[in-house]
């Protein structure tokens, strides 16, 4: 295993007592593999491995799509705050860890899951933890629990805004959701149907606005992504589970968290009423009110976030 990096150490400004943040790398294919490592500075400390969502999103929660809400690094700072230390990454082939592969979606779940092997064994190294606690947001989850099925060293799952079904599912309901999808809405299904059966579509015939979404790069991963059932996985893990699911999330549904439950009936299901996909507060079903929230690092986690998670973990040690 490749030794930790240690950059330098500085003391966070959210709080001068509470934590301290280091960068830190592990192994890669071909580069580095880049992350900020929070330390709590009260220890022994448990250690979440926060797990990025879909496209190309940042340690922090953020990518070049629109997403600022920095949900990640408040969270880790949130979780300092209760005495949780945190280690936040960047994915293969993306932003610090560019040099990991040459092509950032040419990757599949698997990949992601040797990077989780990675991590976990530079995490135990730099901080003496026994097991490393996994948290994997949106797809982060999916990650995360395909990691859970053979990988030692994890302390349990934490699983915020995860989908319950295959993506192919999800990614119908959210289209479906949007009326403002009606134009496009039978090419994009079309399209999700061929890639759930293993089969690339031809982008160049696409309305123009699904090019995001179903670009040739990335169609190979989509139907690697589109095989996993993020419930029988779940079925098949034997350690403590947390699903944090928002009612006020226009991406991921209560639907989700509850078939996730149903299929391990040892998790602890905690249901936050007005909080969205980026975990900040939205008091209505307004659907712009709720999509501003995710350009804004200003607004603080909602409340109710690091509360249910930082006791759960602190109990399962």
């Not at 969502?53 to 880790?76: C, E, F, H, V, W």
């Not at 700072?77 to 293969?92: F, M, P, Q, T």
Request: charge should be neutral; proline fraction near 6%.
């Amino acid at each position: 295993m490749k030794r930790l990096a240690v950059f330098g150490v500085v003391v966070c400004a959210f709080s001068m007592a509470s934590a301290a943040e280091t960068n830190i790398e592990a192994p890669g294919p071909h580069g580095p593999l880049m992350g900020t490592l929070l330390s709590a500075l009260a220890q022994p400390a448990p250690v979440i491995l926060i797990i990025p969502g879909s496209g190309p999103t940042d340690r922090d929660g953020n990518n070049m799509l629109g997403i600022k809400a920095s949900s990640y690094r408040l969270l880790a700072e949130g979780l300092a705050e209760h005495g949780i230390s945190s280690v936040r990454i960047d994915k293969r082939g993306m932003f610090a860890s560019a040099a990991a592969v040459a092509d950032a979606n040419a990757v599949t779940i698997a990949d992601y899951v040797t990077d989780v092997r990675a991590w976990i064994g530079v995490i135990r190294q730099r901080t003496d933890a026994q097991c490393v606690w996994l948290l994997g947001h949106s797809e982060g989850g999916l990650v995360a629990l395909a990691a859970a099925q053979d990988l030692r060293d994890i302390c349990g799952l934490v699983l915020v805004a995860t989908p319950g079904r295959p993506l192919a599912d999800v990614m119908r309901e959210q289209l479906k959701s949007n009326p403002a999808n009606a134009p496009i809405l039978d090419q994009a299904l079309a399209a999700i149907d061929a890639l759930a059966a293993g089969k690339t579509v031809d982008a160049t015939q696409l309305n123009p606005v699904l090019m995001p979404l179903f670009h040739t790069k990335v169609q190979k991963f989509l139907i690697d992504m589109f095989s996993y059932d993020p419930a029988a996985l779940l079925a098949h893990y034997q350690g403590p589970v947390l699903i944090l699911q928002g009612r006020r999330d226009i991406q991921v549904s209560e639907r989700d968290a509850r078939l996730l439950a149903a299929a391990n009936t040892k998790a602890t299901l905690v249901m936050l009423p007005d909080v969205n996909h980026v975990l900040k507060s939205v008091a209505s079903d307004d659907r712009a009110a709720n999509l501003a929230t995710y350009a804004n690092a200003g607004l603080p986690l909602a409340t109710g976030v690091v509360d249910a998670i930082a006791p759960f973990v602190k109990a399962a040690r």
